[in-house]
C-alpha cells in the first residue's frame, strides 16, 4: 500500500511525495504510471453556448484559493459592448516594450521540485521582467496613464463574460504575462491552455467553488502558474477579482486583476520546501519523519500491515569533518542520501534524523525483509566510494531496526527502539546492523535509568547532590597527600547512591556536565573553608570539550586566590585518546587556570608514548582494576610495572587506585608508585552539607 508523505489537506505537498517516491524507485522497479496533464482537458473546440449555460471547459474540481471577505455593496458594472481592448479605458499611448521572460528564483542546494507549492498569501511582488519606469506626471502635471502603471506593478485587468466565455484584456496583456496578443487569448479556454501543471486551481475553479451574490458581487482570488508556448517559461499570477450571479443564481460575469508574483511565489515555496525537507538531501526533515510514521501506523493498523524504521549512522563523520572539511563533509551526507534513494523502493521514505543519521520507512516489510534490505543498503554504500570535490571518499553505515506495530506502538517507541538497535551495531565488535529485539531485562533496565534521570534532575533541584572526599597517601609515608572529591546523590530517605549507579545513566541522559558543575563547586567551597586541603575532581568528556566550563573554571579561580594551585583535574584516559588534539587543547586552557590535570584510569586506554608525552600530564591514576588480582596474575604485574617505569622515564608521578590489602601496597611500593588509594587507606567519607556553600562559590 502506497502512503503519501504528508496528510490529504496538503494537497500540493502529496505531489512532491509522488515525486520524491518516483526519484526514488530503482531501475527495477516500475514507476507508477503519470498523472493526467490538466491541460488536455482543455484543448477542446469550444461549442455553442446554450443561453444560460456556463462552459464546462474545466470540470474537475482543484483546492479552492482563500475566499476574500467582499465589501459592503458594490454595484455590478454594467456588461460591456466591446470587441476589442482599446474599449476598456487605457490608452495605448507610450505602450512599454515587451519584458523578457519572467524566471523562477534561485532554489536550495537540494532543487525544490516545480509541484511544490506555498500557501497563497496576500503579499505584492513586482514583476522581475524589464519593465520601463512610468513617466513623473506628478512633475508634468500630465494625467496618468494607467497603462504604465500597471505595466511596472505588473499587473492586467480582464473582464469575462462567463456566459458566453468572452475574455477582454487590458492593453498590456501583452508586455506582462507574455502569452501573445490578446485577441489570441479571448475565451477562458484559450487561456486555460497556458495554464502550468504544476498549478493548484485556476479561475474558472474558484469562480466554481461557491458563494453566493447577494447583489454586491462574491470576491474571489486564485494562484496558478502560466506557461508560454513558444518559450515554455512559467510565471506565476496572483487573480484576484468578482463574480456577478446571473438570474438563475450562477456565476455569469466577472472582472480582476491578475498579477506577476514570480519572484514572491518562488520565496515562499523555498521556505515552505525548507521547513519539510532537508535542503542538503532533500530527504524530509525530523519533524515530518514523525507526522509520517504517526499517519503509518493509522494506515498500517488499519490495514494490518508491518513496516520497518530503519536507522543508518554514518560512522567516522567527525574524521572525516577533521581530515577534509565540512563542505566535503556536506557532500558525503548528500551522496549516502542518493545512493539509499537509488536503492530503495518506490513507497518506501527517506529522513534525515540527525546529523550523521538516516532514518528509512519501508512499508509492508517483516523482520526477515527488514533484515535482506538492510544488507542491500549497507552493501550498495560499502561497495564504492562517494564521489566529491576531494576525490572519492570512502564511508560505511550502521543499522539499527525494528518492525511496527508489534515492537514499537507509537512514533516515539519505535525510532527510541530503532536508537537502542543502533547503539548495539555501534559497539567496537559489534554487527553492522542490528535488529531490536524485545527484552524484559532491557525494558527493566530502561525503566530504572529513567527512574535515576528523574532522580538526579530532582536531586540537583533540591540540593541533594553532595560529594565525599577519599584519601591519597604517600607511599613513602602513608601520610595523606591529597583527596579525591566524588559525587554523591542523597535520597529523600536519607540513603546514599553510589557514582555507579549514577555516572552512566547521567551521560547518557545529557546530565553529566550538570554533575560535574556542582561537584566542582562544592569541592571549592570546602577548599575554601580549609585552606590546607588539596584534591582532585573528576570531569567527563562532555565536561572538558566544552569551552563554557573552561571560563566558569577560569572565573571559579580567579574568585578565590589560593585554590588552583591545590586543585586537580582528572579525566579518563579513553576520554583522553578519542581526540588528542581537543584534549590537549582543554589540558592547556585547565593548565592556564593554574589548575593541575591527572589521567585517571591509566592503562585502560592504551594510550601511546608519544601522545602521552604530548598531553603535559601531571599525574597518572593507573586503573585499579589491574590492582585486584596484582599478587596472582603475573600478566597484571608486568603491565602495572611497565606503567610505572614508563611514567618514571616522563617524569610523572604515578597513583596505584584500588588498593585493597597490605600485600598488594608493598609491591607497589617495590616498584616505585608515588601515591596510594584505596580502602586499605581509608574509604570516602561523605562531606556534610554546608549552609553557605553557595555564597563560598559565587
Known sequence: MKLNFLSRREAADERLAERIAAATTPSHVAPPPP????????????????????????????????????P???????????ESAATLNLSDEGAATAPEPILPAASVAFPIPDDFRPAPRPAFSGPSGKIAPPPPYAQSGESPDPRHILNSIGEVVYDWDIVSDRLVWGPNFAEVLGLGAPQDVATSIAYANFLAPQSATSRYDVVR?????????????????????PRGSLVWIEDTGRWFAGADGLPARAHGVVRVITERYEAEKALAFSSHYDPLTGALNRAR??????????AEQRERANFAVLLAGIENLFAINRNYGYDVADQLIAGVALRLRATMRGPDVLARYAGNKFALVLHGCDAEQMEVAARRFLGALGDEAIETSAGPVPVSLRMGGVVCPRQGRSPQAALQHAEEALDLARKPLGLRFVAYEQSMVRDDARMRALIVADEIVTALNQGRIGIALQPVVHAASGKTAFKESLVRLLREDGTVMSPEAILPVAEKAGLIHLLDQRVLELTVAEMVCDPTLRTTVNASGATMHDPEWARRLSAICALHPGVAERLTIEITETVAIEDIEATRRAIAAIKDCGVKVAIDDFGAGHTSFRNLRGLSVDLLKIDGAFMLNLQRSPDDRFFVRTLVDLARHLKIPTVAEWVENEETAKLLIEWGVDYLQGHHYGRAELVPARADESQAVA
Open 35 to 70: 498523472p493526467p496533464q490538466p491541460e488536455k482537458r482543455w484543448r477542446v473546440s469550444p461549442k455553442p453556448a446554450a443561453p444560460g449555460a456556463v462552459p464546462t471547459s474545466e470540470t474537475a474540481p482543484r483546492r479552492a484559493a482563500r475566499a476574500v471577505e467582499p
Open 209 to 229: 467553488s461557491g458563494g453566493s451574490d447577494t447583489g454586491s458581487g462574491v470576491a474571489f482570488q486564485a494562484q496558478y502558474g502560466l506557461v508560454s508556448k
Open 72 to 82: 459592503a455593496k458594490v454595484a455590478a458594472p454594467p456588461l460591456p459592448q466591446v
Open 289 to 298: 519523519l514523525i507526522e509520517h510514521l504517526a499517519r503509518t501506523f493509522v
